[in-house]
């Protein structure tokens, strides 16, 4: 069963809109949460990270949120571009260090529209 | 910038051969991983080492091995191919310590056909 799922495989966004992407997981040992992103024809790309004793991550037009109580955490991306389109995973881990393997999500493709 | 090559984009194979997927990356990482990529199922962890001549099952490692002889090669072997096999073969590396997850430089994939 997996333990971390994107629920909505695509998502389509007009440009200049904000683009919301959902990720929920089971597993109450998880505490570190980290975006990646990946475009056709190249490896992920690490984006924006959170751990589990905050409720929001900020880094320019993109902002983590993570609600601890349901299990949920979505990325919000403002203002939508054209360059954002790619496979964005929601990935989870107990704790922080590099050893602490990585639990994916199935991924969402976002399309933003010109 | 951290370079990590994997040495085919794409291979096809058939059933029973022997698959070699090698991966090298050019930053002296202690850590390197080796995941696959399936439609709706985001990457699964096969297997990872963080040592030479050191290797650590991962999530899915039932049909493959690997091979770290030296620091900055990491090799993926298919003993015998089977068409299950067939997804997108993804090598990562990192650094050791306290480095978080977030340093994970990935390869750009070899897309595997089992045939």
């Known amino acids: 069963d997996q333990q971390v799922k994107q629920n909505s495989p695509s998502l389509s966004v007009q440009e200049g809109r904000i683009s919301i992407l959902n990720c929920d997981y089971t597993n109450s040992m998880f505490d570190y949460f980290l975006w990646y992103k990946k475009y056709p024809a190249e490896g992920p790309t690490f984006l924006i990270s959170?751990?589990?004793?905050?409720d929001k991550n900020e880094d320019g037009r993109f902002t983590v949120f993570l609600n601890k109580s349901a299990k949920h955490l979505s990325l919000h991306i403002v203002p939508s571009q054209p360059g954002d389109s790619a496979v964005y995973f929601c990935a989870a881990s107990e704790g922080y260090g590099a050893g602490n393997m990585l639990t994916f999500g199935g991924g969402t493709r976002l399309m933003v529209k010109p | 910038d951290v370079k990590v090559t994997q040495s085919s984009r794409y291979l096809v194979k058939r059933t029973g051969e022997k698959v070699f997927l090698e991966c090298v990356q050019d930053?002296?990482?202690?850590?390197m991983f080796w995941y696959r990529q399936d439609p709706g199922l985001g990457l699964r962890l096969i297997y990872f080492s963080y040592d030479v001549k050191m290797k650590e099952k991962g999530d899915i490692p039932e049909g493959y091995s690997v091979s770290r002889e030296k620091k900055e090669r990491f090799s993926l072997i298919l003993e015998s191919a089977s068409t299950n096999q067939t997804s997108m073969y993804l090598c990562?590396?990192?650094?050791?310590?306290?480095?978080?997850?977030?340093?994970?430089?990935f390869g750009s994939g070899t897309q595997l056909s089992v045939l």
């Open positions: 959170i751990s589990s004793i905050k």
């Open positions: 930053m002296d990482h202690e850590n």
């Open positions: 990562a590396s990192s650094e050791s310590g306290h480095t978080t997850n977030e340093k994970l430089f």
